[in-house]
């Protein structure tokens, strides 16, 4: 029987297909349920939620605001009329070759919080001009650094670069601001050619994050996607604005733009063994490539545009959702690579389609075992709105799916903005989430492994 949080509690953790709940946020509830398995408790991080569903002309206007100084008597230089008509004008061309509604970038799952590979530290979009990073590692510093920089400015996206020590990329106006660690006789290195930034204040054991590069997008796009190659070596962004993706060799600071097809492009999917690439476009067409020729395959969905998309941990197949479909979508490829022959078929969760108000899929996570599915979904009444449905998924080799439960967040009508799993402890993920609530919260899902022997 799936477990389902009742109205007003929140959950704690799974313990074999069970969701503990509680009636509030509690470390000692925490300490209580998994705390003695794992050995660590993870608390939640607070950010603030009101603003992060600004951007574009809104959040221009109001960084304007606080650069002017209005109302503090502080004079500035304002834009001449030639520059202003100017930005109208490229503004305009964007829309009408480009078009990308700002909006529908709500729906895209483009990844606002992320687990370091192989540390208990995430980083999390927590203002529009502003990251944190919490190290639960840490036990000298129970708060997260504040990553924030004049080049950082509306963010939406960020991910930790794979076997590059503590460094994180972060999408942003104009570019990809690029943070890494400094410790106490070990410096964070710069890019040759790269300009010099500051860093953040040194806290607990003495470690400082560095903005040590920033990547500039052509014509100052937004960059709205971002995906590491799994070796750390090359960064994939992309913007809405734009139907084309850049590949960065990031050592050398040096992109390469790989165009196909109109429209602006959602989401980019590195594969776990790098030998595909996966990007969507808002236009409902998706590619598939193979990255020894980065030559690639055009799909299109009747079913909206790409919403989320996860690759199994073998690289083989990858799991994908539509704006206007209650299906999920599996596509496997026939054979090794670099081949592109591949195979979609649908994967049928009823238990969504038939709750009360639901309007179909929005968003999905699949961790490294591919054991736990997390879904959120659109619509629903009352009782199920906001909640995460939590399944338990095989591949056999289709991808089948079981209902284990839903997971409710804390405070007033929680809805889930962005999620991703952790798979450092062989108990089992986790599952961070950030609600609408203001608080990203962190949910272990500790089961008996069917696919270990």
């Known amino acids: 029987m799936p477990s389902f949080p009742s109205p007003g509690s929140v959950t704690v953790c799974e313990i074999n ?3 503990i709940t509680a009636d509030g946020l509690s470390e000692a509830q925490a300490k209580e349920t998994y705390g003695k398995l794992l050995r660590m408790v993870f608390n939640p991080v607070s950010f603030q939620p009101d603003r992060l ?3 574009g002309p809104e959040l221009d206007a109001e960084q304007q605001v606080e650069e002017e100084g209005v109302g503090n008597g502080v004079a500035v230089q304002r834009k001449n009329v030639v520059e202003m008509v100017q930005g109208i004008l490229n503004d305009y061309i964007k829309r009408v070759f480009n078009p990308c509604d700002l909006n529908l970038l709500a729906e895209v799952d483009l990844k606002g919080v992320s687990w370091h590979q192989h540390k208990h530290i995430i980083a999390l979009i927590s203002a529009p001009n502003q990251v944190l990073v919490r190290d639960y590692d840490d036990a000298e510093c129970r708060e997260p650094y504040i990553l924030t920089h004049e080049s950082q400015k509306d963010v939406k996206a960020l991910e930790w670069r794979p076997n590059g020590g503590r460094m994180l990329s972060v999408s942003c106006k ?6 890494a660690a400094s410790f106490p006789g070990n410096a964070a290195s ?6 010099s930034f500051v860093g953040t204040l ?3 054991t003495g470690v400082r994050w560095t903005l040590v590069d920033f990547l500039g997008s052509a014509a100052d796009e937004q960059i709205t996607a971002l995906s590491w190659s799994p070796d ?3 960064l994939a962004s992309a913007s809405c604005e734009s139907s084309s993706f850049t590949v960065w060799d990031v050592a050398q600071g040096v992109g390469t733009p790989i165009r196909r097809g109109l429209g602006g492009i959602s989401m980019l999917k590195w594969s776990p063994t790098g030998d595909y690439f996966f990007s969507a476009k808002f236009d409902g067409t998706f590619y598939l490539w193979e990255t020894n020729t980065w030559t690639s395959e055009r799909w299109s969905s009747t079913s909206g545009f790409v919403t989320g998309a996860t690759w199994d941990p073998d690289g083989h197949m990858i799991l994908i959702a539509f704006s206007k479909s209650p299906v999920l979508a599996s596509v496997h490829f026939a054979s090794k690579p670099p081949s592109l022959d591949a195979l979609l078929l649908p994967v049928e969760l009823p238990e969504l389609s038939s709750l009360p108000g639901s309007q179909g899929i929005e968003k999905i996570a699949w961790n490294a075992s591919s054991e736990r599915l997390a879904v959120s979904f659109k619509g629903g009444d009352e009782i199920y709105r906001g909640l995460i449905a939590i399944y338990d ?4 080799p289709v991808v089948s799916a079981s209902l284990v439960g839903f997971i409710r967040g804390p405070g007033d009508n ?3 903005m962005t999620f991703s799993f952790h798979d450092k402890f062989k108990q089992g993920p986790l599952l961070s989430v950030c609600w609408s609530s203001g608080f990203c919260c962190t949910y272990p899902l500790l089961f008996r492994s069917h696919a270990l022997p």
């Open 393 to 396: 998924a095989r591949r056999t």
């Open 232 to 234: 750390g070596r090359y």
């Open 414 to 416: 929680p809805k889930p």
């Open 17 to 19: 297909r069970e969701l």
């Open 53 to 55: 569903g600004q951007s």
């Open 190 to 195: 710069l890019r040759s050619g790269a300009p």
């Open 174 to 179: 104009g570019g990809i601001c690029i943070w």
């Open 202 to 204: 040194p806290r607990g």
